[in-house]
T-cell receptor, first 115, second 110 residues
Framework: NAGVTQTPKFQVLKTGQSMTLQCAQDMNHEYMSWYRQDPGMGLRLIHYSVGAGITDQGEVPNGYNVSRSTTEDFPLRLLSAAPSQTSVYFC??????????????FGSGTRLTVV | DQQVKQNSPSLSVQEGRISILNCDYTNSMFDYFLWYKKYPAEGPTFLISISSIKDKNEDGRFTVFLNKSAKHLSLHIVPSQPGDSAVYFCAASHGQNFVFGPGTRLSVLP
């Protein structure tokens, strides 16, 4: 059981380049989300999806696009990378039903540097 | 304005002693609270949670206390072990709206 898999683990981009961060989960979770972690800021929600074909913006969506064509995959696209997007990115997934909620399962992160 | 605050960026505790990590929140709509633990180069992992209808939840060495009137929760680790050294994130939720605190780095000294 792989859980949540993120690729790549590290990436260096030049300002203006675009790229896609990949996220896949094998737990049949309906809910998937992307967070960025910056020093002193905790984890901030970029975009999330409650199921295939449904996405919505989080707290810091500017400069990022997402799509959810399957339950398993939730890629994050940087359209034109900027130094302010230098961060560690985490993908997370969970069940979205009612009842006890045990929180997200996180991937191991992608460390992105934009120069 | 941060809705979830962890005012201590770091905490050092001797092995065997109690570690107390604190978290404050501002949004009274939050009804579920969680603690995550994060080691370097890994994603956060779920540690323990508490619903707003309770004031305490215990799991082995870990206990979370919730004081709704003060909008405050705390995580107690007893006894602390060197393997507990990590960054601890507090999170508060209402539905699928999750807000994380900035984290507290705990160092347990042998």
């Amino acid at each position: 059981n792989a859980g949540v898999t993120q690729t790549p683990k590290f990436q260096v981009l030049k300002t203006g380049q675009s790229m896609t961060l990949q996220c896949a989960q094998d737990m049949n979770h309906e809910y998937m989300s992307w967070y960025r972690q910056d020093p002193g800021m905790g984890l901030r929600l970029i975009h999330y999806s409650v199921g295939a074909g449904i996405t919505d913006q989080g707290e810091v969506p500017n400069g990022y696009n997402v799509s959810r064509s399957t339950t398993e995959d939730f890629p994050l696209r940087l359209l034109s990378a900027a130094p302010s997007q230098t961060s560690v990115y985490f993908c997370a997934s969970s069940y979205s039903g009612t009842g006890p909620f045990y929180g997200y399962t996180f991937g191991s992160g992608t460390r992105l540097t934009v120069v | 304005d941060q809705q979830v605050k962890q005012n201590s960026p770091s905490l050092s505790v001797q092995e065997g002693r109690i570690s107390i990590l604190n978290c404050d929140y501002t949004n009274s709509m939050f009804d579920y609270f969680l603690w995550y633990k994060k080691y370097p180069a890994e994603g956060p992992t779920f540690l323990i949670s508490i619903s707003s209808i309770k004031d305490k939840n215990e799991d082995g060495r870990f206990t979370v206390f919730l004081n709704k009137s003060a909008k405050h929760l705390s995580l107690h680790i007893v006894p602390s072990q060197p393997g507990d050294s990590a960054v601890y994130f507090c999170a508060a939720s209402h539905g699928q709206n999750f807000v994380f605190g900035p984290g507290t780095r705990l160092s347990v000294l042998p």
